[in-house]
């Protein structure tokens, strides 16, 4: 993508109203835009950051056996109304009325629509186990949104709901989402720790959340320090094997957030240099409710005795769009942010530091073909700005890479590449550099 | 994908409140399932269909110069009284209070909010010309939401908005999206007629409707037969250039809906051989208007003079759900869904004849593995159904070709490769199978 063809609309002035450093970035760097309180356009460059989390996810829950579906954004206050959930639900709900004056509501979760599709379509034992998720976006009418995208209205998130015919089934279920979960935030160099959680209007009786750690996070967290060494389960892992070792590893040890915590088990469990206390954001929560939904709402099978009997049910969200602000609080520096390479809206960003000059224009378009060619994401800065705030936009939005070209380097054919996470740059003819941001690309 | 692992919720009998064939198709063949009046769920293999025809829409409109974005779903009225449309819009409009007793609405359509995008960020005519778009869901709620996704009331659109210096700019920005979507239904496999239309509630000086022919079109139309015969611009057009020749040879040809019909007109200009009196579906519809909002909320930038100026606006929009349902209504017969390779589900079903058959299932597994190898999107029926009921389940899906494979044909090293839209079936070995399908898809 060309700069000068592209809509980038960073500022130069930090916004007063926004306190924390994803906020202030993501707005500083033109990745979103607000359109009302808690409600957020996202602009290009964010869309980009959104969809890359997105693809992560959705490749992590296909690999893990959930199917993708997608449920819509309004629903029916009848479905709420046979699970009692709708008077429950309290004024974070949106409440809609249509011009037939029947209630509509606007999803803050689809416990009561995946049900419904369920109990229309599946019969018999024999069609399950059976997980199926989306990635739509909800709202929740939050009485103070704050934080950006991290506490927005309309977000965006997964969520995932299986059907199994008995708790060991759904156990099964359960561990899937846990080590399923576990790789997508480490695919996206975050470090999430489970941590056991309460169960909140969704009910149930199991629950965990999914924390990284982080100054500005919302919560306080209490863990083992292990936490943070143990690796995440490895690519080709085999999800029809048992998983629970992966899930008692880490749920042997204590890890809490403040609603949960019992600091006296805290230090009766853990020695005290291996006791952390910090601040965390939650970026995925997993239920096992058993039948909550299925008796109230009718979703039975038959099974192998012929019997009907109701579905053990559990749900499984992570905050997608959420994601990218804590992916920032957990990536930045004074200049800008850094992004993983996963996620990273180009990967690499090409300066030509003087579109005037024909040799370095021309070489900056061959140096682009070459990239694009390699599969490599590009944003070429093209524009005729000076190469001060050039450099300062580059770090602004955080690619990993940089690729400066003026035409001072060229005359002894150079270019200058720039690692934004580590600040090191190097001079090197432009086939090197190609060379080296390919081999960047292969690895990940 | 295995069908043991997949959700697909086919139906046997013919809805019975289905009035068209898309409608009764997308249900039987599990595509959708009605959530409310108007609102749908979208199921695994209708929204495979759905991404698919997204990826075409993206494609095309960032090779027109188009940069997404991604607007929100509800939006602030307070935008909409600026315009003057909030009062204007009717009960189409979803109009919402949240708990701050605060005036949301469910965005319709998006002029209001990528103008006071625009108004925020752009300030200069050097910045010019930019085209803007999303795909995203929106709502209207019609008061006979009926014909399936065909008119619905949550409905996912792409909308673009194109902001210009001046009237000629304007007007190659029209021209630019006016090829792309010749391009876009032309890749889907649709004849779309590009038609003079009504501007309606956007407003505005110049509009096209395109329409494909189905008889169950909700609008009358009228058109040169030429236009039926004229190609879609090539892959690889230069949108720099003056596009202005592949609109006049379109608009020059007598075309109109009903609502623009003008009989004497017709049969002046159109010799009677040449009359095509028919009925259509609307799957796209652009729009120039000019300063209509841009005036009205103050989007101006600086000219090259100094003096600021009102930016010039179109906007255009593709009903990418509905033409989920278009798509059918062009491309079915007796025993169901037949889809152009392009937007189909998968590319091939795998019909294993007989599971319980060791040699079989094996021949299945390795052709599976091959198909997935070679980037074929493979749907695998390894179901215990008999096989008439897999035939029929296929035929109803509707993907480009089956494979079947079952004991018989192995002691012979063949299998059956069918071709859904012409019926035909051949023998042939697994090895020539693989070989034909692979060259299929490098073709597409």
């Known amino acids: 993508m060309k700069l000068s063809r592209y809509f980038l609309p960073t500022l130069k002035e930090t916004p007063s109203d926004a306190q924390i450093a994803s906020h202030r970035l993501m707005l500083r760097a033109g990745l979103i835009r607000q359109s009302a309180a808690g409600i957020y356009t996202w602009l290009p460059l964010g869309l980009r ?47 809609i009325k249509d011009r037939g004056d029947r ?6 979760t689809n416990e009561e629509l995946i049900t419904d599709i369920f109990r229309g379509s599946v ?72 941590m056991a959680a309460d169960t909140g209007p969704i009910g149930g009786d199991m629950s965990h959340e999914f924390l990284i750690l ?38 042997a040890l204590y890890a809490a957030t403040d609603e949960m915590h019992d600091q006296s088990a805290f230090e009766a469990q853990v020695a005290e240099a291996d006791r952390i206390s910090a601040r965390g954001i939650e970026v995925g929560h997993i239920f096992f409710f058993g039948t909550k ?7 039975t099978v038959q099974g192998p005795e012929g019997k009907l009997i109701p579905v053990e049910m559990g749900s499984y969200g992570i905050g997608v769009s959420r994601l990218a602000g804590a992916l920032i609080e957990a990536n930045h520096d004074k200049d800008g942010i850094i992004w993983p390479a ?34 490599i994401e590009v944003l070429c800065d093209d ?54 941001l390919t081999s960047q690309k292969e690895r990940a």
């Open 103 to 108: 209630d509509l509501l606007y999803g803050p």
């Open 293 to 299: 939904y299925s008796e109230a709402m009718g979703a």
């Open 214 to 251: 982080a100054e500005t996070g919302e919560s306080e967290v209490f863990c083992h320090r292990t936490l943070l060494d143990l690796p995440a389960p490895p690519d080709g892992l085999d999800y029809d094997s048992d998983l629970s070792a992966i899930v008692d590893e880490r749920t």
């Open 383 to 436: 524009t005729d700005e000076r190469a001060g705030a050039k450099f300062s936009r580059m770090d602004l939005i955080g690619l990993p890479h940089q690729l400066i070209v003026g035409p001072r380097g060229l005359e002894k054919n150079t270019v200058e590449l720039k690692d934004r996470r580590t600040g090191e740059r190097q001079e090197l003819s432009p086939e090197a550099a190609i060379n080296f």
């Open 342 to 375: 996963s996620v990273a809206p180009f990967d690499v960003g090409l300066v030509n530091l003087k579109p005037g000059d024909a040799a370095t224009s021309a070489k900056c378009d061959d140096l682009y073909e070459q990239l694009k060619t390699a599969g």
């Open 123 to 194: 019969k018999s034992y024999k069609d399950l186990p059976l997980n199926l998720y989306h990635i739509q976006w909800k709202f929740r009418d939050e009485i103070r949104p704050r934080f950006g995208v991290m506490r927005g209205r309309e977000f965006l998130m997964k969520d995932a709901y299986s059907f199994d015919l008995d708790r060991e089934g759904a156990r099964r279920a359960y561990n899937k989402m846990f080590a399923a979960y576990l790789r997508t935030f480490d695919r996206m160099g975050l470090k999430a720790i489970p």
């Open 49 to 95: 950051v959104l969809k890359n989390i997105e693809t992560i996810v959705r490749e992590e829950q296909g690999k893990a056996g959930a199917v993708e579906l997608l449920m819509p954004t309004l629903q029916s206050a009848d479905l709420w109304r046979e699970s009692g959930r709708y008077d429950d639900y309290g004024a974070e709900m949106l409440r």
